[in-house]
């Protein structure tokens, strides 16, 4: 199993940490267990639906990346040139830096929303509140985000014409 995880996890995620969560959901699913089927397919199937897991919140992630980055650089006229010459490696640490910035319940929100790909209903019910307040917390959480995006560029446009 560990093999297996070592050649389809990605580098950057550790395949121990996978394992552990097959076990978990080995745990979880011990009822639903059948005797009679085979067990190793069992086991890899949880496998792969993790890793299908972890690369489909990736994508969510990704896609939410350039989609930021695409809003935010619409929105300054004169800085297309510029913003091409940021490296994007830069502009996701910001933004991570910013999603840091958020208190702790709308962070929470906005990550289990645009990172992991929640619904609002969804997160609502996991966290036993209202989609309204769902709903809010990311208008705010996507405004702070716009605002202090826009800021950033303003400083860098300001800095690279200054050179």
Same mark, same amino acid.
């Given at each position: 199993?560990?093999?297996?995880?070592?050649?389809?996890?990605?580098?950057?995620?550790?395949?121990?940490?996978?394992?552990?969560?097959?076990?978990? =959901? &080995?745990?979880?699913? %011990? @009822?639903? #267990?059948?005797?009679? *089927?085979?067990? +190793?397919? $069992?086991?890899?199937?949880?496998?792969?639906?993790?890793?299908?897991?972890?690369?489909?919140?990736?994508?969510?992630?990704?896609?939410?990346?350039?989609?930021?980055?695409?809003?935010?650089?619409?929105?300054?006229?004169?800085?297309?040139?510029?913003?091409?010459?940021?490296?994007?490696?830069?502009?996701?640490?910001?933004?991570?830096?910013?999603?840091? =910035? &958020?208190?702790?319940? %709308? @962070?929470? #929100?906005?990550?289990? *929303?645009?990172? +992991?790909? $929640?619904?609002?209903?969804?997160?609502?019910?996991?966290?036993?509140?209202?989609?309204?307040?769902?709903?809010?917390?990311?208008?705010?959480?996507?405004?702070?985000?716009?605002?202090?995006?826009?800021?950033?560029?303003?400083?860098?446009?300001?800095?690279?014409?200054?050179?």
């Amino acid at each position: 199993m560990k093999g297996f995880l070592k050649k389809v996890v990605p580098i950057d995620e550790d395949p121990e940490n996978v394992l552990q969560e097959v076990y978990v =959901k &080995l745990w979880e699913n %011990r @009822q639903s #267990i059948n005797p009679n *089927n085979h067990f +190793e397919t $069992f086991l890899f199937s949880i496998a792969k639906n993790l890793v299908i897991d972890i690369m489909r919140k990736r994508l969510n992630k990704q896609k939410y990346l350039e989609n930021l980055y695409i809003h935010i650089k619409g929105g300054q006229n004169n800085s297309l040139d510029t913003l091409a010459k940021i490296e994007y490696s830069e502009l996701e640490q910001k933004i991570f830096d910013l999603i840091e =910035k &958020l208190p702790k319940k %709308r @962070q929470l #929100i906005f990550k289990l *929303n645009r990172l +992991e790909g $929640f619904t609002y209903k969804e997160i609502a019910e996991q966290l036993n509140i209202s989609e309204n307040t769902v709903d809010t917390q990311m208008r705010q959480a996507l405004s702070f985000l716009r605002r202090e995006m826009n800021i950033y560029f303003s400083i860098l446009i300001l800095l690279l014409i200054n050179r």
